[in-house]
Nanobody
Framework: QVQLVESGGGLVQPGGSLTLSCAAS????????MGWYRQAPGKQRELVAS???????NYADSVKGRFTISRDNAKNTVYLQMSSLKPDDSAIYYC???????????????WGQGTQVTVSS
């Protein structure tokens, strides 16, 4: 059983900063790409940022220059540092990770439960 647990969401004023964390635990043999998605009310879930295990980061155009994704492989954790936050950034943020739970299993996509980020004065 693999679990992704997010933390760090909350209410912040426009222009403020927040850092989200997502820790993977359970049966983990290898972790490949990790990333963050978000979904605002009435909108589809969209990619915010992704980070392959050994590749380049990828950001949505709307967050480039403001958000930074990073990971600590020793802790199986991915972070999203968000700055210069705007009301349009308000959404539920979901962590995603592609994980091989056991050596002879295929890679599977796992999701966290989501954490609310609200940007408002």
């Amino acid at each position: 059983q693999v679990q992704l647990v997010e933390s760090g969401g909350g209410l912040v004023q426009p222009g403020g900063s927040l850092t989200l964390s997502c820790a993977a635990s359970g049966s983990i043999f290898s972790i490949y790409a990790m990333g963050w998605y978000r979904q605002a009310p009435g909108k589809q879930r969209e990619l915010v940022a992704s980070l392959p295990s050994g590749g380049n980061t990828n950001y949505a155009d709307s967050v480039k220059g403001r958000f930074t994704i990073s990971r600590d492989n020793a802790k199986n954790t991915v972070y999203l540092q968000m700055s210069s936050l705007k009301p349009d950034d308000s959404a539920i943020y979901y962590c995603n990770a592609n994980i091989k739970p056991y050596p002879n299993w295929t890679v599977r996509s796992y999701w966290g439960q989501g954490t609310q980020v609200t940007v408002s004065s």
